[in-house]
């Protein structure tokens, strides 16, 4: 009987399949009516907690419930319209009052519906509102971590605090410097910025447009270097560049510096670095030596008639200025704050060398003519205080400097660039300047420091000194009287007078920037929701994520800059880019050149010498030179566009000049050499002889020349 139910079955096979998917799915349709049902039924799930077990879940309930609740908000909005215009209807219907003849008769008033109650109506729009809010929070996910990490951080203890905040320096390549951080010292009073102008001197324009961006970023006041960028008249006319401000265009920007809140410190070399003066015709009988313009001779008395001359034009020039109310911005009227004059006296590199000096000795010579300028100074202007240079006052000792009374009369100015400060500023040396001056300043880089001719600036080198200042500052202010008053940020545009550019004020904007917000909190904020660069440079920012695990900033000690700045909007934000582009593109020619030349075996010093190659390979080598002179030449084309918006055509012909044109003649170098090597048709056998100029600069003697 088995077999035969068996062999039935079998006959029937197909029946029995279609009958059997039939049930499955008829089961499976009426298990998913039952789980819709069952979801729609469900309210959304609201977050609890911030960890990430309950965000996944309530992130995966929400989209399964977006959809079904788009449908029923849409329905439940089509009811609600259908009722108010059914009500909207009622009440605008004419009257009931109706007249038959003489004879008034009322139409029966139809009772009005109720409305919806209160928790009926909003019902739907209170599912939508929870729908926006799972959106925004998904949105916001990673500043709800940043959020997260924030309230751990409080609950950590100060050493931990410290020992989290060192370990997010380090990824993020930021230098980590012993007692720097959250719970660390407090930031300088002053925080300066150096604008250099005897080189690359930006339009005042530009400057004006830098004014907001450093006031945000914590900076107090400018430190002036004019050079011949300032706007001397009269016997002093011959000082001032062709392309010197204007006296109403300074005037204007010095305004709007007071404007905004900074103070104004102008910086007037009185003896070393006087090149722009001395070179001229007609004061070079003031140099201390004669084929050196570097410095003054301070026995001439000359010398302080034209030193006094030039401080008093640059004083009373910022002594007038007022900052004027616009009528747009209707700011109040406020005087520029002029406290201070910095009269340099820094790399005085000749002195004491002329038949009069030498009479005396050189720290004598140099801390009298330092006391004699700041006492002319403070005769005349007696508010002022006057600034100098430390490097000269090094090697001196205390008595020395006691004797002169030179802390009655100016304050130094502390500079050191590189990493290891204590190197150059020994305690030992801070004790003798706490002795001697009540108060002192301090000065760090964020740009010129590092190279004399330097295209970009190396960020994290001028970070890390920049924080070295900081421990310093705090370690060592107690010593003084009135302790350290603040420390400017220098940024070199020439070594000196005769130097070529270093690198541009746009270009420096990101080390500045980074610097300067790092100087003005005390330390270098790891959180974006508290450090200042993103929102005042306007950096288009994504938070750090736990699936990437990348910090938002991250530096290197060989990179000269973070992807960070690529993506940020600030004054001069396409000069640094495209100095970024220039400086890949002459690296790149560069190692091209130096695999041609000399790693090649065809296209050598030796080949070009005998005139000896291989037509085929010298073809081969040269073959991307073409393209790589046009491709320099765009970009010189480029850089006019660019730097003119910052420059006047002085500093963008001598930059093209300085970068770009002599890669360009290395190249056409190339082309010249190659296009020799390929004339010739016919080769000499070897040995080839040896130069007749290459034996004699080598002092060499053939074996022919012995016999004879």
Known sequence: MHSNLWIFIWRRKLSFLLVVSGLVLLGLWTWAILIDTTASAQPPAAPISNSERQQQQQQSTGYQQVHIIQKLIEQANRVLRAERLKDNAVEKSPSPVQRLGNVRSLRPTQAKKAPLPMSESFLFEQERLKILEQQQRQRNAGMEELNANAEDERMLSSAERQTQYEHELQRMGVPVVAGIGPDGPRAPAERLVHLDLKGAPPK????????????????????????????????????????????????????????????????????????????????????????????????????????????????????????????????????????????????????????????????????????????????????????????????????????????????????????????????????????????????????????????????????????????????????????????????????????????????????????????????????????????????????????????????????????????????????????????????????????????SAWLSDYNVRHNFSSPLRVRELTARTPMLIEELRAMAREAQQLLWEVYDEYTVTEFVEQHIYPTIEALQRQLARAEMLLQRRTWPQRPLPLPLKVQEDMGLVTHQQEQQ
């Not at 709007?256 to 070399?269: I, K, T």
């Not at 670095?273 to 070179?279: A, W």
């Not at 970009?456 to 705090?474: D, G, S, T």
């Open 204 to 599: 005042l324009s530009f400057l004006k447009q830098l004014l907001p961006v450093l006031r945000a970023l914590g900076a107090t006041g400018l430190l002036i270097e004019y050079e011949d960028m300032f706007p001397y008249s009269g016997v002093l006319q011959p000082l001032a560049a062709h392309n010197a401000y204007k006296e109403d265009e300074l005037r204007d920007f010095l305004e709007c510096a007071a404007l905004h809140g900074l103070s104004v410190m102008p910086l007037v070399q009185t003896f070393g670095h006087m090149e722009y003066v001395l070179k001229l015709s007609g004061f070079e009988q003031l140099r201390e030596l004669a084929e050196s313009p570097q410095s003054i001779c301070p026995s001439q008395p000359q010398s302080m008639a034209l030193l006094e001359q030039m401080l008093t034009q640059v004083i009373e020039l910022h002594s007038q200025c007022l900052g004027q109310a616009t009528p747009a911005t209707n700011v109040p009227v406020a005087r520029i704050r002029f406290t201070h004059i910095h009269i340099g006296c820094d790399e005085v590199q000749r002195m004491g060398e002329c038949t009069t000096c030498r009479q005396r000795l050189r720290s004598e010579l140099f801390l009298s003519h330092v006391v004699s300028m700041a006492h002319f100074i403070r005769r005349q202007w007696p508010h002022l205080g006057v600034v100098i240079w430390d490097d000269q006052l090094r090697s001196m000792s205390l008595s020395e400097l006691q004797h002169s009374q030179v802390g009655s009369y100016v304050e130094p100015m502390v500079w050191v660039y590189a990493s290891d400060i204590y190197r150059f500023i020994q305690p030992q040396l801070w004790d003798t300047y706490a002795k001697v001056f009540p108060s002192a300043w301090t000065a760090s880089a964020f740009k010129g420091a590092f190279g004399e001719s330097l295209l970009v600036p190396p960020l994290q080198h001028h970070l890390e000194n920049n924080i070295r200042w900081l421990a310093v500052i705090a370690k060592e202010g107690g010593r003084f009287s009135k302790g350290l008053r603040g420390l400017a940020l220098t940024g070199w545009q020439r070594y000196d007078h005769f130097a070529v550019l270093c690198e541009l004020l746009p270009v420096g904007i990101p080390s500045l920037m980074t610097s300067l917000s790092t100087v003005s909190k005390g330390y270098f904020s790891t959180n974006p929701r508290d450090n200042e660069l993103l929102r005042v440079l306007q950096c288009v920012f994504q938070p750090d994520s736990r699936r990437s695990g990348r910090p938002w900033l991250e530096l290197h000690p060989n990179a000269h800059h973070s992807q960070l700045f690529a993506v940020c909007n600030y004054p001069g934000h396409l000069v640094f880019k495209y100095a970024l582009r220039l400086f890949d593109k002459l690296a790149e020619i560069r190692l091209y050149l130096q695999q041609t030349r000399d790693q």
